[in-house]
């Protein structure tokens, strides 16, 4: 079954940093464009981060200089490194596919809260 787990969300001071990790099952992240997104409470779920199969990486505006998406084929994980995190950085964070033979794959988040 085509899984995508993330986790290492958590509650953070502002400044901080958190390591998020996508797990993917029955599919290779080294193949498929893939990418982070979150939403915030009450917001619609807005893109992060992505990284393409051939290693490419483009990013919010808000997070530039922040945070790196990254991946482990070996581990077959996408990891996104955030840094001196911000209290708008809170939310429910997913890993992405974004069209996985024609359909979106989605995890089902962990959750972020950055506190001032």
């Known amino acids: 079954q085509v899984q995508l787990v993330e986790s290492g969300g958590g509650l953070v001071q502002a400044g901080g940093s958190l390591r998020l990790s996508c797990a993917a099952s029955?599919?290779?992240?080294?193949?498929?464009?893939m990418g982070w997104y979150r939403q915030a409470p009450g917001k619609q779920r807005d893109v992060v981060a992505t990284?393409?199969?051939?290693?490419?990486?483009n990013y919010a505006d808000s997070v530039k200089g922040r945070f790196t998406i990254s991946r482990d084929n070996a581990k077959n994980t996408v990891y996104l490194q955030m840094n001196s995190l911000k209290p708008e950085d809170t939310g429910l964070y997913y890993c992405?596919?974004?069209?996985?033979?024609?359909?979106?794959?989605w995890g089902k988040g962990t959750p972020v809260t950055v506190s001032s």
């Open positions: 990284i393409t199969s051939g290693g490419m990486t």
């Open positions: 029955e599919i290779a992240v080294s193949t498929w464009s």
């Open positions: 992405n596919v974004p069209s996985y033979f024609g359909r979106p794959l």
